[in-house]
């Protein structure tokens, strides 16, 4: 167990519509990523939150937006949703400098 | 553009013998290397990693190389068990942290047989 908590674990959903992801880090830590694993794919890195703050963004598409509450529990927000957009989001945290440690994940679908 | 590669999907060994997993990469600029590993319906679990300042780093049954001239690094896991049997993704950092955004393989099924 890492220490990181996601919620739901699966999500089925139909085309157009919009979910929100949500996950808790270690406690203690105030970075916060989310990677998307596609079918057969490596992670690919979406966003990251320090302390509240948007920090990195990599290929995050303009239908998803993220952010981290006060208490560093974050939200992915996924919008306008694809059948492409069928994956397993992974949230981590990090302490400063420190490795990452990820979340079960959150399996969607989107029929 | 896959900055990480893992061109090897699978791989299977025997119980007791070494499992040698690959990684190349493609970008220079990349500094920290990680390793991590899979189960089903969990998680990625950090494993081991190197600074682009070493060669090699080895934590009890695992080793990590690193030939930096070849862009090309490789775990090795000694002594292999049927519960090392996992996805193993190897990852790269632009720092000397595991601590921005990293950059995945596609990942190698490991399957260690009785």
């Known amino acids: 167990d890492s220490g990181v908590t996601q919620t739901p674990k699966h999500l089925i959903t139909a085309t157009g519509q919009r979910v929100t992801l949500r996950c808790s880090p270690r406690?203690?830590?105030?970075?916060v990523y989310w990677y998307q694993q596609s079918l057969d794919q490596g992670l690919q890195f979406l966003i990251q939150?320090?302390?509240?703050?948007?920090?990195a963004k990599g290929n995050i598409l303009e239908r998803f937006s993220a952010q981290q509450f006060p208490d560093l529990h974050s939200e992915l927000n996924l919008s306008s949703l694809e059948l492409g957009d069928s994956a397993l989001y992974f949230c981590a945290s990090s302490a400063h400098l420190d490795t990452q440690y990820f979340g079960p994940g959150t399996r969607l679908t989107v029929l | 553009d896959q900055q990480v590669k893992q061109n090897s999907p699978s791989l299977s060994v025997q119980e007791g013998r070494i499992s040698i997993l690959n990684c190349d990469y493609t970008n220079s600029m990349f500094d920290y290397f990680l390793w991590y590993k899979k189960y089903p319906a969990e998680g990625p679990t950090f494993l081991i990693s190197i600074s682009s300042i070493k060669d090699k780093n080895e934590d009890g049954r695992f080793t990590v190389f690193l030939n930096k001239s070849a862009k090309h690094l490789s775990l090795h896991i000694v002594s292999s068990q049927p519960g090392d049997s996992a996805v193993y993704f190897c990852a790269a950092s632009p720092d000397q942290t595991g601590a921005n955004n990293l950059f995945f393989g596609t990942g190698t099924r490991l399957t260690v047989i009785p």
């Open positions: 406690s203690g830590d105030l970075s």
């Open positions: 939150y320090y302390n509240g703050e948007e920090r």
